[in-house]
């Protein structure tokens, strides 16, 4: 069983940036692909951003974090990164990482978007954008 720890949410005001990170109890973290999602209040959950197994592998975004997040991990410290800069206030949700070792690398973004080929979650890390 994996153990997913989101942190660095907090409340940001418009047009600032949040770095939120997800460390892994897993030794062999650099083996999974992982996904950001987010979910807002009485909105169903949404995909952020996606990162293969390995450093430097590909990456997805959603159309609407284009240009603003980057997604990033460092295998050494068993932890993947999202940080997120121009922060709007429609970015206000709990934000997710999860994971996947059993087809540790994406085929398209559908697949790197798809929540089902997931099978580990965090708790979350609320993340609130003031206007």
């Known amino acids: 069983q994996v153990h997913l720890v989101e942190s660095g949410g907090g409340l940001v005001q418009a047009g600032g940036s949040l770095r939120l990170s997800c460390t892994a109890s897993?030794?062999?973290?650099?083996?999974?692909?992982v996904g950001w999602f987010r979910q807002a209040p009485g909105k169903e959950r949404e995909f952020v951003a996606a990162?293969?197994?390995?450093?430097?592998?590909?990456?997805y975004y959603a159309d609407f974090v284009k240009g603003r997040f980057t997604i990033s991990r460092d295998n050494d410290k068993n932890t993947v990164s999202l940080q997120m800069n121009g922060l709007k206030p429609d970015d206000t949700a709990v934000y997710y990482c999860?994971?996947?070792?059993?087809?540790?690398?994406?085929?398209?973004?559908?697949?790197?978007?798809?929540?089902?080929?997931?099978?580990?979650w965090g708790q979350g890390t609320q993340v609130t954008v003031s206007s």
């Open positions: 999860a994971a996947d070792k059993s087809k540790p690398y994406y085929s398209d973004y559908s697949d790197a978007a798809w929540h089902g080929r997931y099978s580990y």
């Open positions: 897993e030794p062999t973290f650099n083996s999974y692909a």
């Open positions: 990162i293969s197994w390995f450093s430097g592998g590909s990456t």
